[in-house]
Nanobody, 116 residues
Framework: QVQLVESGGGLVQPGDSLRLSCAASGFTFRDYAMHWYRQGPGKKRELVGVITTTGSSTIYLDPVKGRFTISRDNAKNTAYLQMSSLKPEDTAVYYC?????????WGQGIQVTVSS
């Protein structure tokens, strides 16, 4: 059974940091590029960033460049999204996504709220 399970979300204050994890099971994690998406209130889902299968390359949405870092540990079948200098506009449900060829899997999403 394929599963992607996000964890680490919550309520934080502006300027705080938070690390999301995405634990994968049921497929060969190391073969899949990992993506992080988010969907803010009343907004469309948008791609936050992506990391290649080996972790050698990452790409980020402009608003999060320099603040967010995606990493992965293929030995632990887990991807991470390290978020720092969080802003209220980062408030969203964050989703991890695994993609390889025609195969694609989604996590259930996790809420991140940035508010004072």
């Amino acid at each position: 059974q394929v599963q992607l399970v996000e964890s680490g979300g919550g309520l934080v204050q502006p300027g705080d940091s938070l690390r999301l994890s995405c634990a994968a099971s049921g497929f060969t994690f190391r073969d899949y590029a990992m993506h992080w998406y988010r969907q803010g209130p009343g907004k469309k889902r948008e791609l936050v960033g992506v990391i290649t299968t080996t972790g050698s390359s990452t790409i980020y949405l402009d608003p999060v460049k320099g603040r967010f870092t995606i990493s992965r540990d293929n030995a632990k079948n887990t991807a991470y999204l390290q978020m720092s200098s969080l802003k209220p506009e980062d408030t969203a449900v964050y989703y991890c996504n695994a993609r390889h060829s025609v195969y694609e899997y989604w996590g259930q999403g996790i809420q991140v709220t940035v508010s004072s």
